[in-house]
């Protein structure tokens, strides 16, 4: 991706984009932090839809792996896997990492309502989200790269009962 090709796509002269972007990682940073800030509504959106705390994990964790489907383009983008921030765009690692902070707040006090409710044993709510965002994260990847593999209908339970620590299984 270029500045350039950029322009041409919103239909601007190329100069235009200058007082914009400074260059190529300037519009990337611009992607990464929209589509966090697009990640983080749709998961508001999904937990508060449901009431039940388990249900309502199940949701947030139904949208994440939703939102990666929809927008695989992007999702690479958030996740370095196009972009490398730090070492590209002169960000600092602080602020890559608080870029997802409020989708992670979301997974983790999800979580940490499942404890509260005995529906999770877990016993650091914040480190075990983390663990269910790896699984999630990781699955996310593979629908992405191998989307002709038969994926079980409940692949999403799978990975996130487990991770989650979830008892008492509804």
Known sequence: ??????????????PS???HFLDQSAI?????RQSFAELTHRL??????VVDPRQRLHALCRAYLEYAQKYPQRYRVMFGDLWH????GGVTPDEVTTM???????LVDSLAACVASGHSASRDPAVDAIALWLGLHGLAHQRAVASWYPW??????RVAIPLAR???AR
Not at 1 to 14: D, F, K
Not at 44 to 49: D, E, Q, T
Not at 152 to 157: E, G
């Open 1 to 14: 991706m270029t500045l350039r090709a950029v322009a041409c796509r919103v239909g601007i002269a190329p």
């Open 17 to 19: 984009i200058y007082p």
């Open 28 to 32: 990337m940073l611009a992607v990464v």
């Open 44 to 49: 508001r959106a999904a937990a508060a839809a």
């Open 85 to 88: 921030p730090v070492v590209d």
């Open 100 to 106: 997802g902070a409020e989708a992670m707040r979301l």
């Open 152 to 157: 079980p209908a409940d692949i999403t339970q």
């Open 166 to 168: 979830l008892v008492n």
